[in-house]
């Protein structure tokens, strides 16, 4: 995410709740997020919008200090989405390293085969453009269009999520998954401006990660605490359907990834038998293994051999 270019977001009196319903919560965030912004690789003007689009495939779930050295060798390997077309698919699975959710590797790497064939290998700057390259959906799409082109979209991840339910519905999370009046919501607090729009959703997605956490929040560092509708309500403990936990051990994800590691150490062909050494349940292996077939992140040779997919 890039931290779009710094707009005057200072409104005329009498008229400015009217034109912009969420003026008293944008101005207060993005004055904090000038000041207390983290100086990270995709943020710079450098980045551009490769490398834009590539921390919002490589931050999906997934903490910045995971991602700080795989992005900073992904960009240095492929520079240009027609440098990652270029090579096999399989070496965007074996550079993703233990970053989680590999499919996100081919996402990424079809992405950049679109972007090469349809726009010349430029990111396309129009939202719908975005939507329509394979592996983008619309999180992804309206934060490269906001963070690489300063454009005014609702960008709502699961920081930003928690900002609003909490300072402007009132709750201490957001639902599971996202619903349609958590989009109409954003939509509605959105700044007029594209630039402070940029802005915004810029600020109130590092808010949640550095101050309204999910856990542990830090409500005496928040700019907006005193109009926080959780806050003024005494922090209500939640009381919807239980939060989704994300359990490791033991489960296929695990399997999954012992047997992806494998196969990105080594350069050549991988008989099941090495395979066959990583996890000791032969069934639940089997499972995984299939599983990464039928994904496109394994592909089966003849004589019973595995690699990383190659076209």
């Known amino acids: 995410m890039t931290a779009p270019t710094k707009p005057p977001h200072s409104t005329p009196s009498g008229t400015a709740s009217d034109r912009d319903p969420g003026a008293s919560l944008h101005c207060p965030v993005i004055d904090w997020f000038d000041t207390h912004a983290r100086d990270l690789p995709w943020r710079r003007a450098e980045a551009g919008p490769w490398g834009v689009m590539v921390s919002e495939f490589m931050l999906q779930q997934t903490p910045v200090s995971r991602v700080l050295p795989v992005y900073e060798q992904w960009l240095a390997r492929w520079p240009r989405p027609a440098d990652l077309a270029a090579d096999a698919p399989g070496e965007a699975v074996r550079a993703w390293g233990r970053l989680g959710y590999p499919r996100r590797a081919l996402r990424l790497h079809g992405a950049a085969v679109a972007i090469t064939e349809r726009h010349g290998g430029d990111v396309p700057t129009e939202h719908a453009q975005l939507l329509a390259l394979p592996g983008i959906g619309e999180y992804t799409a309206a934060a490269v269009a906001s963070f690489a082109y300063g454009q005014r979209h609702a960008v709502l991840d699961t920081n930003v999520r928690r900002v609003l339910a909490r300072a402007v519905t009132g709750v201490q999370y957001p639902p599971n998954a996202t619903t349609a009046a958590e989009r109409r919501l954003a939509r509605e607090l959105l700044p007029p401006d594209e630039a402070t729009a940029a802005r915004w959703a810029a ?109």
């Open 203 to 311: 600020a109130s997605m590092e808010l949640g990660a550095l101050v309204c956490t999910a856990r542990n929040e830090t409500c005496h560092r928040c700019p907006i605490a005193g109009q926080c509708a959780w806050q003024l309500a005494g922090k209500p403990e939640h009381d919807g359907p239980p939060r989704r936990g994300q359990t490791y051990a033991g489960t296929d994800r695990q399997v999954r990834g012992k047997l992806l590691a494998v196969l990105r150490e080594a350069h050549t062909p991988v008989p099941q038998s090495a395979l066959d050494r990583v996890w000791h349940e032969p069934v639940q292996r089997a499972r995984a293994l299939d599983g990464l077939v039928a994904d496109g992140l394994v592909e089966p040779l003849p004589s019973g051999l595995y690699r990383l997919p190659h076209a």
